[in-house]
């Protein structure tokens, strides 16, 4: 019956999780590092990063630049290249 309702308590929070909207992801740079910031709230740096992994919009949260709309295949910059160059030329190949 624990079992049962820990499932239950478990689901429960994902769902509200989803409802809520939480959307979006930190980038990392190249040594798989989170991109850190110091001016909180919207700024320019973040927004440059952002567009790096494929997104419009992005901010400093919790001194770590925070990419609206970012989902899991572009999180290192190179996923995003790697996924920005197929998107963009059929033809390419990654290595």
């Given at each position: 019956m624990?079992?049962?309702l820990f499932g239950m308590i478990v689901t429960l929070?994902?769902?509200i999780g989803s409802i809520r909207g939480d959307s979006g992801n930190y980038?990392?740079?190249y040594?798989?590092?989170k991109y850190s910031c110091t001016i909180l709230g919207e700024n320019?740096?973040?927004r440059d990063i952002c567009k790096l992994h494929g997104v419009y919009y992005g901010y400093c949260y919790n001194s770590r630049c925070w990419c609206e709309n970012l989902p899991?295949?572009?999180v290192t910059i190179f996923d995003?290249?790697?996924n920005?160059?197929?998107?963009?030329?059929?033809n390419f190949k990654a290595n």
């Open positions: 624990k079992f049962v929070f994902t769902l980038p990392t740079n040594y798989g590092h320019k740096y973040c899991d295949k572009d995003a290249v790697e920005y160059c197929k998107k963009n030329n059929p």
